[in-house]
T-cell receptor
């Protein structure tokens, strides 16, 4: 069965610390996408990154970086030099097509990150 | 480009009532999906619409329904509200429908059922 596990329910760090949010997924498909979204206290889910199953290149965007490893079925997210504005709940999600390209988006339960000044 | 908008942002209803939530997608996006988010269950997929047709549906009772209009705006309706329907309802839009499209979310409607 398809599943996304974010083992860290809550993380608390002090500003400027680096923090890694873990995401482990299970799927039998060879074609799938992985996503990270950020949900600040306002509630809106903000898209951060999409990675397809055939592209294992790591990605860096400013202070954000993502490490995709198919061998361990993990798609971890690192924030370097964290800031208070990074405080939010972060969701990892797995999207794979059902028959007929129907969307099947499986979400992790999220990791609540608190960055303290 | 304006993002996904949802109205109303907050709503209080009582058990047994019905409610209609509205979502306007990003301009040019033709697919709209709806999700329910609760602390206990996390994010759960309700349904997805594209070109006024429901393309995919989650495991929710028939009290939850939706529709999409020709301008891609979508509404979601919940009839005979129950206490457990209290949640954040999120709408997401994408250019096309399907598993490999990136979804962009609105701010959500917080529904409280008393």
């Amino acid at each position: 069965a398809q599943k996304v596990t974010q083992a860290q329910t809550e993380i608390s760090v002090v500003e400027k610390e680096d923090v890694t949010l873990d995401c482990v997924y299970e799927t039998r498909d060879t074609t799938y996408y992985l996503f990270w979204y950020k949900q600040p206290p306002s509630g809106e889910l903000v898209f951060l990154i999409r990675r397809n199953s055939f592209d294992e290149q790591n990605e860096i965007s400013g202070r954000y970086s993502w490490n995709f490893q198919k061998s361990t079925s993990s798609f971890n997210f690192t924030i370097t030099a964290s800031q208070v504005v990074d405080s939010a709940v972060y969701f990892c999600a797995l999207s794979e097509p059902n028959a007929g390209n129907n969307r099947k988006l499986i979400w992790g339960l999220g990791t609540s990150l608190a960055v303290n000044p | 480009k304006a993002g996904v908008t949802q109205t109303p942002r907050y709503l209080i209803k009582t058990r047994g009532q019905q409610v209609t939530l509205s979502c306007s997608p990003i301009s040019g996006h033709r697919s709209v999906s709806w999700y329910q988010q609760t602390p206990g269950q996390g994010l759960q997929f309700l349904f997805e619409y594209f070109s006024e047709t429901q393309r995919n549906k989650g495991n929710f009772p028939g009290r939850f329904s939706g529709r999409q209009f020709s301008n891609s705006r979508s509404e979601m309706n919940v009839s005979t509200l129950e206490l457990g329907d209290s949640a954040l309802y999120l709408c997401a839009s994408s250019l096309r429908w399907g598993a490999l499209e990136t979804q962009y979310f609105g701010p959500g409607t917080r529904l409280l059922v008393l």
